[in-house]
């Protein structure tokens, strides 16, 4: 326990010890080797814990089962089961298992991050800070409506302190300093036990400053998602109120945390960067050591650049890594000498994790901090005037080194969000069982045209789209959006705060039960002799409303899309694809020529299947069978979209056409009330629709659309049409 946490809370004992256990049986418990009635004992408690978790879990099919020992307690979302660390069953008192098993219990009921963007998930840092939010919004819920963990509080604020103590630890060994971006998740997780018991959140004047900066721009947020959760009548319910909790609590840290929250973890990126290059100074010298007796330095233009002073601190830091041949564990980590070494199947495995032996780069991490601001600025400096082909070697490294930590560190937390992104990714791609390759499937026709054309079109015809779907490449569109994914981040940062603008309801005070308590309202009561059973002084939030918004992607698919248009409309749609389904915005998908492809419809969820058949608009441009790519039947597609968009039951409807902008109609759509300037002034006088333009490669969108953006570019999509969008809607808020 830190200083300054005993002195502001120095009534705040330890409500457990750790049994006497000696470093022989520790060792034995961590290889599973558990006597008779240990296992006795251990199935005893698991039981019991077991009712306890599904009482408040509200799921009864929920499986509590054994974790490997050592590995913690933590509730997998994705496989909807909670694990519960043996070795804790026998150390640890039955009012602290209660406790955790209640936490865990609080996850499976609120905790929902299916929604979260796998690229979102993995970036470095971002699985730790909603850790470090989620669970205070757990125990919070859990807290309002189960009275007994109330109680025990201070049992979720003992058990995150240890897991502190443990990652500053982890972090002096393997990485060499303390991470910023983990000084400030910790931080959240204090802060909201000052609040939870009555005291004045006030940030630690202990920390460095650039992580007092972020906290005091985003603890406000940050208070504003853990306290945003159902009520166990909303949570008993609906499903859907869960989740929609669970995104707007998502969608606050998103947007108001981590983009400040980013910049403790690029500073990190920028330390551990510097520490992977001195892992392969280690590793150069140590390879030149072998070579004939060679003894190979400091890079000469590196010392060219310091002080003897500083680079007599460089090469002193250098040995002492060197020097630390075998890490020094205390005797309860290691195993017998007639046991092999402990294998969990982790990171690093067969290495105990505070060796500080880097995974990536075979080198020890030097002390960091022993070095002088002066000389750590120097070499950051040198590296960033290396090769850009070094410099991204150096940052692969360094931003898997720091998901690793941060893997490690979230297993100590009381009950982390557990879910691996590649694991995530995986059960996304394996959805279906493997079939025998085939034609995959094309887009989605309006099932009169579907009918029609193929009573026309000849068997010929029908084997060559056959042959060239076959020939496709499959990958189409994941290979765009990884080309495209920093415009991809780029907009959603920009619609987001568009369309997310009303995420934060005010509270609501007057309540007799409620989310958090008045502190100022209450203490007026106090002095007027209210008991806490008459107090009015609790404050609720409203449920997290639908978004009002609704937005259709027009698609042009003729014969004149074809070469670099076809290609900078299919980055675009995905692009926009992504956000918008990322916002859980309202989304439909269409593309056209003399006929109407469904890609999305509204209501659908973004899935693989739709990803594959939004490849195949590559190919619909060079389709000429049965009309097809010949024609531009844009006026009847956009009265078409139109019609579609305007039932949806939403305040907000935006209808956005990605074209070369020329009319090309073919005979079935080439009524007047078809002309394209006619359908467009239709919508503007008869609809509330926002419409837009985007000339893709084009500027003939200006001659059809009063609102355009002509001869646009996929990577221009990031500002200028969320700065389009954004006029528009609040020109609509003016009227």
Do not use: C
């Not at 720091?402 to 557990?418: Q, T, W, Y």
């Not at 094309?442 to 056959?466: C, G, H, M, N, T």
Request: glycine share 6%; hydrophobic share 35%; aromatic share 8%.
């Amino acid at each position: 326990m830190t200083k300054n946490m005993k002195e502001i809370f120095p009534q705040f004992e330890p409500v457990y010890k750790k049994a006497d256990t000696s470093d022989v049986d520790r060792a034995r418990w961590k290889m599973g080797n558990f006597s008779d009635s240990e296992k006795e004992t251990i199935e005893k408690k698991r039981q019991l814990l077991s009712t306890l978790a599904y009482f408040i879990g509200k799921d009864f099919q929920m499986p509590v089962e054994l974790n490997a020992p050592g590995e913690g307690w933590h509730w997998d979302f994705a496989k909807n089961v909670v694990r519960i660390d043996p070795i804790d069953l026998l150390e640890k008192p039955l009012d602290h298992l209660r406790f955790v098993i209640s936490h865990e219990g609080g996850h499976r009921r609120i905790s929902r991050t299916e929604f979260i963007p796998t690229e979102v998930w993995r970036k470095p840092g971002f699985s730790f800070m909603m850790n470090a939010v989620e669970d205070p919004r757990d125990n919070n819920f859990v807290a309002e409506n189960y009275p007994k963990f109330k109680e025990q509080m201070r049992l979720a604020y003992d058990q995150d302190l240890d897991a502190e103590a443990k990652a500053k630890v982890r972090a002096k060994g393997k990485l060499g300093y303390q991470p910023l971006h983990l000084q400030a998740g910790f931080e959240y997780i204090k802060q909201w036990f000052k609040e939870v018991q009555g005291e004045k959140m006030d940030i630690s004047p202990e920390l460095p400053e650039p992580v007092k900066s972020v906290l005091a721009k985003t603890l406000e947020s940050a208070r504003d998602s853990w306290w945003l959760y159902p009520s166990k009548a909303e949570a008993d319910k609906s499903e859907e109120l869960i989740k929609k909790y669970a995104k707007k609590s998502y969608e606050i840290n998103l947007a108001k945390i981590w983009p400040e929250y980013q910049k403790l973890v690029e500073r990190d990126m920028a330390d551990q960067k510097m520490q992977e290059f001195m892992k392969d100074m280690q590793k150069s010298q140590a390879a030149a050591q072998k070579s004939a007796g060679g003894n190979e330095g400091l890079p000469q233009d590196l010392k060219d650049k310091l002080s003897a002073e500083e680079e007599q601190a460089l090469e002193k830091a250098l040995d002492e890594a060197k020097a630390r041949e075998k890490p020094n564990l205390p005797a309860s980590e290691t195993p017998p000498a007639n046991q092999p070494e402990l294998n969990n199947g982790g990171e690093g495995e067969g290495k105990p994790e505070n060796s500080g032996e880097g995974q990536n780069s075979g080198g020890r991490s030097v002390n960091l901090e022993s070095l002088p601001e002066a000389l750590k600025q120097k070499i950051k400096d040198y590296i960033n005037s290396l090769p850009e082909s070094r410099k991204k070697e150096l940052a692969e490294k360094a931003e898997q080194e720091l998901k690793d930590f941060d893997k490690s560190v979230s297993k100590d937390l009381a009950g982390k969000i557990a879910d691996d992104p590649e694991k995530k990714q995986a059960r996304e791609q394996g959805k279906e069982a493997p079939r025998e390759p085939k034609d995959r499937p094309r887009s989605k026709e309006a099932p009169k045209a579907e009918k029609s054309d193929k009573a026309r079109e000849s068997l010929s015809e029908v084997r060559d789209q056959i042959e060239k779907s076959l020939n496709r490449d499959n990958n189409a569109y994941e290979e765009r959006r990884r080309e495209v994914m920093p415009v991809i981040s780029r907009l959603e940062m920009e619609l987001r705060e568009i369309f997310v603008r009303r995420q934060a309801n005010k509270w609501q005070g007057g309540f007799r039960v409620g989310k958090k308590i008045d502190l100022g309202k209450r203490m007026q009561e106090k002095a007027k002799g209210l008991s806490a059973m008459e107090s009015k002084a609790w404050q609720k939030r409203e449920a997290p409303k639908e978004k009002d918004y609704a937005v259709t992607l027009l698609l042009d698919l003729s014969g004149s899309m074809k070469g670099e248009k076809i290609k900078e409309t299919f980055k675009s749609a995905i692009i926009l694809a992504e956000v918008l389904n990322r916002l859980s915005i309202k989304t439909e998908i269409l593309g056209f020529n003399d006929r109407i492809y469904e890609y999305q419809a509204f209501g659908q969820d973004m899935s693989k299947e739709i990803r594959e058949n939004m490849g195949g608009m590559l190919d619909e441009v060079t389709n000429f069978s049965g009309g097809r790519a010949n024609y531009n039947d844009d006026g009847w597609a956009l009265d078409v979209a139109s019609e579609r968009l305007e039932k949806q039951a939403v305040k907000e409807k935006i209808l956005i056409v990605l074209s070369d902008g020329y009319p090309e109609p073919s005979s079935k759509h080439s009524a007047a009330r078809f002309d394209l300037k006619a359908v467009v002034d239709s919508i503007s006088q008869n609809t509330d629709q926002k419409l837009i333009g985007l000339g893709i490669l084009s500027d003939a969108v200006t001659d059809y659309y009063p609102e355009n953006l002509p001869n646009i570019k996929a990577s221009d999509l990031g500002q200028e049409l969320a700065k389009k969008i954004k006029e528009l809607i609040e020109a609509g808020n003016r009227l």
